[in-house]
């Protein structure tokens, strides 16, 4: 039973990758790239494109509107050893959309028919697709679009299950997907608000899906998606890492930040993981606020040990 880490911008990294990785994920995918800013090779395409090698094998996002651009940007991946190429037709934020990729691809089928073709014929390696249930609920073509994806080659289909208008709010609408797995043969992925095992169990019987992918439900969780592979596959569920290996994890996972972005960006990047990571054990609003305002990383490091001392001291005393 698939399940997989979605690309998320800014989060699903190469450290947060090895570390879901590690805890047992049956694929990650990087965070999305712009095709054209992978030809140009800029300094931030490479490092989303970098990948570890425990992750093998790895699915490279790639999102634009150039059939052509994009042709050439899944070569240029294939060849850095991606195993899968990921077609992003489900982003929703306006930067995207306003240069016509992500979502905004749902309203131009033709546009997005020729990217697929083009895409799938530059590669030898399987291609992809991830997308939404539509521009918003008049115009829900999922099912006709993936039709034609698979048609092309297209050979695993993802769907949010929330329109491009919706963005993040209401609830995803994970019965909706069934109509996108009776329209296809290919396996097809359900994704959006799975953040749990019973969200995963409920998701999939609602969607008749093959697998699950799983996003905001992992911040702060790596050990997650090991979790629900585990349940999905009638295997013992690990429980969480006890606060000694949490705080380990913590640490190294903010060691490796800072060093694949450097001191000034890694320490702005790792704040949002302290928070997740930290989010509902005892203090941890204060902890947050305190060490947001920090840049020296050693002293960071210092406030992340001392949190985590505080909380293996209650635990010690409620036990």
Known sequence: MPVILAPMTGVTDRPFRTLVKRFGA?????????SEAMIRETRQSLQKA????SEDPVSMQLAGCDPDRMAEAAKLNEGMGAAIIDINMGCPVKKVVNGHAGSALMREPE???????????AV?????LKMRMGWDHASLNAPELARVAEDLGIQLITIHGRTRCQLYSGT??????RSVKDAVKVPV?????????ADAETALDQSGADGVMIGRGAYGKPWLIAQVMAA?????????????????????????????YGTVIG???????????????????????????????????????????EQMQLEAIAA
């Not at 049956?26 to 712009?34: D, F, H, Y």
Request: proline share 5%; glycine share 6%; charged share 20%.
């Open 26 to 34: 049956g694929l990650t995918v990087t965070e999305m790239i712009a």
């Open 50 to 53: 970098a990948w570890d090698p």
């Open 111 to 121: 546009l997005a028919a020729r990217l697929i073709a083009a895409t799938v014929k």
């Open 124 to 128: 030898k390696v399987p291609v992809t």
């Open 172 to 177: 995803a609408d994970w019965a909706f997907v």
């Open 189 to 197: 992925i359900v994704n959006g608000d799975i953040c749990s095992i």
């Open 232 to 260: 999905l596959t009638g295997r013992p569920v690990p429980g969480d890492p006890s606060l000694v290996q949490q705080h380990a994890l913590v640490r190294e996972h903010y060691a490796a930040m800072l060093d694949l």
């Open 267 to 309: 320490v702005n990047l790792a704040r949002k993981h302290l928070g997740w990571y930290t989010k509902g054990l005892h203090d941890s609003g204060q902890f947050r606020n305190a060490v947001n305002q920090l840049a020296d990383p050693a002293q960071v490091t210092a406030m992340i040990d001392r949190f985590y001392d």
